[in-house]
């Protein structure tokens, strides 16, 4: 029996109580198949105010206004005094333990012996001060079944407790075929504790994604999801769950988010879900962008309101007064929830620079044409977007059409992409109206980043352009009551307008929508507004609808300021407001990001856009209201096809103030152009139409034909969900408990000032 | 004749309230909600199959399909489905073998149907073959069986 424990122990929880000097943790812990264990110490990764080293480092990372104003938590005596507490209450803890020193980054491997037989073991290597105390314990949970791939890694800062989740890990797999990624998630639920449980899990996938397929895995048993109407669904689900039986349901909040329920996890047992979806790339300056969020911002919900997306700590029920809550890991928690991410990248032509600014990979290049990425085991903290890149040779998308023939249908899906020689149109003067979110969710380094990025574009304008700046938290005010030329003493009250600004408060973008697009417009210029945001708000629907009212002839683009952004909401009132969006990182240039942005800004291409089809027959084209074409930014359309013939097709639209053409070659039979996830993308464009028309003139009609189309193209919406039952064997006792499993803040986003208690 | 004619309406109701009568069991299982699973077994005598689409239409008051899962040996994978007759009582699911090899002769279990049922028994699931294939992706013929919770049902249309 004694054996059988500490057999048990190889694969059963560690503690480790970090005592490190610098921040960082341990990220991974793993045992050999030869019974070593292996501990990798991860860079730098998250802040800590405890420490007095992360805070003078923080300190410097700040402007000059933003450093004076700061303080750090403790003194450096008070530092030292507590990490010596630290020490002492660990080794009072210990039942058994191995004190070691680590370098930061590397790995260290124990012997079996070393680890169990000594209570002091000296490794003499040279430390950057680290030191790990190791705790033995025995496992909370016994039983045959439960193994873990890993033991349970609690990493744990002084002060910090640890969290167990019922979701151990998810890993990405994606695989890129021309434009078009086909990504299998694949969540890994199981349950540490001793009553039967529901997991509920509120989590991010990209807002263009088509989930197509959905299966819950138990054991070696493979169930297939179905897709049903929403609320047939939830009753459905309901039953099973109260009866005993395993059942999974995953329904769609918004087309970013998402809530994944699995029923009836048995104690040490584990249930895994596997989520299929089409996402066609982004395709920008030369480079396809792969984007995997990993994390839902919390977001601000209009006083009244209770139909939002709520932000609560870890644990809390009831307190956002919203139907759907996000959980968040209060501060000094963390968890082992980690993320692993494949990308396959099958470009078809030759693949340049594949690179990430949001995280560490590793890119091993199969052929020419061929990569595969990995996401570094050092960087698995899911609390931030994965954000990949990567140039294709030459420096336009090769193939314009793909096509996919149905089985009653041909689908197609159509780049279209401006000709080098619009590059140098004359640049028009612009009226550009800066709309800066200043709610508790931009405190810190996200409003330093939206200034930068402010003051950036206010020194690029022109002396024929005009400008406005409009800040919104709770409420909106601006710099004037009207535009102001801009002249250099005008930018310079503009600038010190700027820094004036401060983040605290609700998020109140209604506000800040009617400022910018209320006051008469100048008919001289083109109104250009551009909101900088991280669009943590809950009322997406209702922004885009006065957006959509609001708009005339106005252009809206969208600035997401932030390492986990609401990318549905700013994507969206791009495409609603005729304009564009781009991103940048809070570790990312804001001047780079800036000056590429507002050159095209500056610069539409093509716009009021009609295309003839010449030969084509088609029809259900989406959109349905053609974007403004910009230099570097090919459109994506998607449409039916009735016929395959080879043909031209002509783009008409106004070039400057003059009416064009431009003539594009299109073959649906080049065999080269085919993917069979077109046909999803076509659904997905269609729901997402209908969807847009929906949130500013909802109709029963609608949500038919939003439903209808769901189910015929086996399509979650946000009528829709997917639903597994295992009707095979009821489980014992009543449902048990439902634990809501909490997040990480984003990084970059501070608790206090977003999550309600 | 009035008195008559009253007793015989009385007599008629009371009769035909008896026949219409619900018996114990049948009011235990009104309106109750169950869950069950369909096994689905196809015979394809002496070819060995590698491939099946199968028609299955249901009552869709009484049945709900809430899951498919896969059968034995190659069929192991769960079963593609079309959706477009789900909301109507009606669902066509395939399948094949990943590997030649693992083709059998004679019968094979080919999926599980996971059901959610409402009221009394009989639960009827009626299926009509569409298509089979062998190796090399000849076309062949196979009969279809459905076995829901144990009580056998050939039910070939």
Not at chain 1, 162 to 188: C, F, R
Not at chain 1, 303 to 326: C, F, K, L, W, Y
Not at chain 1, 366 to 392: C, E, G, Q, W
Not at chain 1, 674 to 694: C, D, F, M, P, Y
Request: proline share 5%.
């Amino acid at each position: 029996m004694k054996r059988k424990c500490l057999d048990l122990l190889f694969v059963t929880i560690l503690f480790i109580i970090s005592l490190q000097i610098f921040p960082g943790c341990i990220e991974k812990v793993s045992i050999t198949p030869d019974k070593k264990i292996e501990i990798t110490v991860a860079p730098d990764s998250s802040g800590d105010e405890d420490n007095y080293d992360y805070a003078m480092k923080r300190k410097a990372d700040m402007s000059a206004s933003d450093e004076a104003n700061y303080q750090p938590k403790f003194s450096e005596v008070e530092y030292a005094e507590r990490r010596s507490e630290v020490e002492y209450s660990a080794r009072a803890k210990a039942e058994e333990m191995v004190r070691v020193r680590l370098f930061k980054g590397n790995k260290l491997t124990l012997e079996e012996g070393q680890y169990r037989q000594n209570t002091e073991s000296s490794f003499k290597d040279e430390a950057l001060g680290s030191e790990l105390w190791i705790i033995e314990k025995n496992p909370s949970v016994i039983g045959e079944e439960y193994k873990t791939e890993s033991p349970k890694l609690v990493c744990s800062l002084p002060g910090q407790n640890e969290v167990i989740l019922p979701l151990e890990h998810t890993s990405v797999d994606a695989h890129i075929s021309g434009y078009i990624a086909t990504v299998n998630v694949l969540q890994k639920y199981h349950n540490p504790y001793s009553e039967k449980i529901e997991a509920v899990y509120i989590f991010p996938l990209p807002q263009n994604a088509a989930v197509t397929d959905f299966v819950m895995i138990i054991g070696d048993r493979k169930i297939r999801g179905l897709i049903r109407e929403k609320e047939e669904a939830k009753r459905i689900y309901e039953e099973a769950r109260s009866q005993g039986y395993r059942a999974s349901l995953l329904t769609q909040e918004r087309p970013n988010i998402f809530k994944q329920s699995v029923a009836n996890i048995e104690p040490g047992k584990r249930i895994d879900i596997s989520i299929t979806f089409f996402n066609p790339l982004k395709y920008e300056n030369g480079e396809f962008e792969f984007v995997f969020p990993t994390v839902v911002g919390p977001r601000f919900n209009p006083p009244g309101s209770n139909t939002g997306i709520g932000a609560v700590g870890r644990g809390a029920h009831g307190n956002s007064g919203q139907e759907t809550d996000v959980h968040y890991l209060k501060p000094g928690e963390t968890s082992a929830h980690d993320i692993s991410i494949n990308v396959d990248i099958d470009a078809g032509v030759s693949i340049e620079n594949v690179y990430s600014n949001s995280h560490v990979i590793k890119v091993n290049n199969k052929a020419p044409s061929h990569a595969i990425v990995t996401l570094s085991p050092n960087d698995m903290v899911p609390n931030k977007d994965f954000i990949l890149r990567y140039k294709t040779s030459g420096n336009e998308v090769k193939t314009a059409m793909m096509v996919h023939k149905g089985e009653k249908d041909t689908y197609f899906s159509l780049l279209l992409q401006s000709p080098d020689n619009l590059k140098n149109l004359p640049r028009i003067p612009r009226e550009m109206v800066f709309v800066l979110d200043c709610s508790g969710s931009m405190d810190g380094k996200p409003i330093s980043k939206a200034k930068e990025a402010v003051t950036r574009a206010l020194k690029n304008l022109d002396k024929n352009d005009t400008f406005q700046i409009i800040q919104f938290s709770s409420s909106a005010s601006s710099l004037g009551p009207n535009p102001i030329e801009a002249n250099p003493e005008n930018v310079k009250k503009g600038l010190q307008y700027l820094n004036s600004l401060y983040s605290e408060g609700g998020t109140m973008m209604i506000e800040g929508i009617k400022a910018s697009l209320d006051f008469p417009h100048d008919k001289r210029r083109l109104r250009i507004v551009s909101f900088m945001t991280d669009g943590y708000i809950g009322n997406e629907d209702e922004i885009l609808a006065a957006i959509h009212e609001r708009l005339g002839e106005s252009r809206i683009f969208s600035f997401g300021v932030g390492n986990s952004v609401n990318r549905y909401l700013l994507e969206q009132m791009a495409l609603m407001g005729r304009g564009a969006v781009a991103y940048v990182g809070l570790d990312e240039s804001a001047g780079e990001a800036v000056d590429r942005f507002y050159d095209v800004a500056t610069h539409p291409a093509m716009a009021n856009i009609d295309i003839d089809w010449g030969n084509l027959e088609v029809e259900d084209v989406y959109p349905k209201r053609i974007p403004d074409l910009f230099v570097g930014r090919p459109i994506m359309i998607t449409g039916k096809l009735k016929n395959t013939e080879k043909g031209r097709i002509r783009i008409n639209g106004q070039v400057g103030r003059n009416e064009s053409y431009v003539d594009v070659a299109v073959d649906p039979n080049n065999s080269e152009a085919k993917h069979s996830g077109i046909q999803s993308v076509w659904a997905r464009n269609k729901i997402a139409e209908l969807s847009n028309r929906e949130s500013y003139n909802p109709s029963d009609r609608l949500k038919s034909e939003i439903i209808a189309t769901s189910i015929n193209y086996n399509l979650i919406s946000q009528h829709t969900a997917f639903l597994a039952v295992d009707s095979l064997e009821r489980t014992e006792g009543d449902h048990g408990y439902t634990i809501d499993v909490p997040v990480p803040v984003p990084d970059g986003v501070k608790y206090g000032t977003t999550v309600t208690n | 004749m009035m008195r008559i004619f009253l007793l015989i309406i009385s007599l008629n109701f009371i009769i035909s309230s008896s026949a219409f009568a619900e018996s114990p069991e049948e009011a235990d299982c009104k309106g109750k909600i169950s869950f069950s699973t369909a096994e689905v077994y196809v015979d394809s005598n002496k070819d060995a199959l590698t491939a099946y689409q199968i028609d299955i239409r249901y009552d869709k008051e009484k049945i709900r399909i809430v899951g498919l899962e896969g059968g034995a040996d190659g069929f192991n994978k769960p079963p593609f489905y079309d959706q477009a007759g789900l909301e109507g009582g009606h669902i066509i699911i395939a399948a094949f073998v990943s590997d030649d090899i693992q083709a059998k002769k004679g019968g094979s279990r080919v999926a599980r149907l996971h059901l959610q049922t409402t009221g009394c028994p009989p639960f009827e699931l009626k299926t009509e073959p569409m298509a089979a294939a062998k190796p090399g992706g000849k076309s062949i013929p196979i009969k279809v069986k459905i076995d829901i919770n144990n009580r056998q049902s050939f039910d070939n249309r």
